[in-house]
């Protein structure tokens, strides 16, 4: 049910790769709920994702970025400007991405340069985008950014690898920017910590599928589904939320507090 929460606002979502993909379930949302939207992603994501099918079924045009380029960045800001006759109201970074995870390396024996390129893609892109942001002021007073987030950025789960580094990094960055686009333009920053969810992204995580149906008997509520995470979003975005800024926000269906369920025991 629509209720109009992002009548309009204007917003970019990074990250939508398929129908699988949260950032998919969340520009769609946005849609429903009033938003005009531009999506982007990698120039290779594009050749080999479906997003060309939701520019269409949504009315959003596709601008190509790099998120790991500030030229890229910046073109992309820019030209959002033109679409939207002015700043964005929204932004969604919803990218993550390791070699080590899809080669298989073990945590103790990792490629460095492989790791650092995992930072720049899954964290430092977040920095890079709110700083081209802030630098062409293309977002509005009191606009959200979101990104989303993973409980393995403060707790161990051996197979998720250096992503859990990943996130903790990007995680810090909610909050140091937060502050920063706080004070100057009122802009709230925060990070969602999303269940396990069944993303072509996640499903690439050994041991995925075990790990994804204890969290679901451990949950309370179960696991949230990126439909509820795109529910979520739209929330942030609204100015309903418009005093909530750097934090990092669990929508797990109640994971994050439990210390032992006995459904998981069997009991």
Not at 24 to 46: D, H, I, M, S
Not at 127 to 147: F, N, T, Y
Not at 152 to 178: C, H, I, T, W
Not at 182 to 194: E, F, L, M, P, Y
Request: proline share 3%; glycine share 8%.
């Amino acid at each position: 049910m629509a209720n109009n929460l992002l009548q309009g606002k204007k917003g970019i979502i990074f990250g939508a790769l398929d129908e699988k993909s949260i950032a998919w379930k969340v520009a769609e949302r946005c849609a429903e709920e009033g938003a005009q939207l531009v999506l982007t992603n990698a120039p290779v994501a594009l050749r080999f994702g479906q997003i060309n099918e939701l520019s269409a079924k949504l009315n959003a045009e596709v601008v190509p970025a790099d998120a790991t380029s500030m030229e890229d960045l910046e073109n992309l800001f820019r030209r959002s400007m033109e679409i939207f006759d002015g700043p964005c109201d929204f932004v969604l970074h919803s990218i993550g991405m390791s070699l080590n995870v899809r080669k298989g390396k073990e945590y103790t024996d990792l490629n460095h340069e492989w790791m650092l390129k995992s930072f720049d893609i899954s964290s430092i892109s977040f920095h890079r985008m709110m700083q081209v942001m802030m630098k062409l002021d293309a977002i509005r007073e009191g606009g959200s950014v979101l990104a989303l987030s993973y409980i393995a950025a403060q707790r161990v789960f051996p197979d998720y690898n250096e992503m859990a580094e990943s996130k903790a990094l990007l995680e810090s960055f909610a909050r140091s920017f937060g502050y920063h686009f706080g004070t100057k333009k009122k802009v709230r920053v925060n990070t969602i910590s999303q269940s396990p969810t069944k993303t072509t992204a996640g499903t690439g995580v050994k041991g995925f599928m075990e790990f994804f149906d204890y969290a679901d008997k451990m949950s309370p509520l179960g696991n949230a589904s990126s439909e509820a995470c795109a529910d979520y979003c739209v929330v942030m975005f609204s100015d309903l939320t418009r005093m909530v800024t750097m934090q990092n926000l669990y929508h797990d269906g109640g994971f994050s507090t439990m210390g032992m369920n006995p459904a998981v025991l069997g009991l």
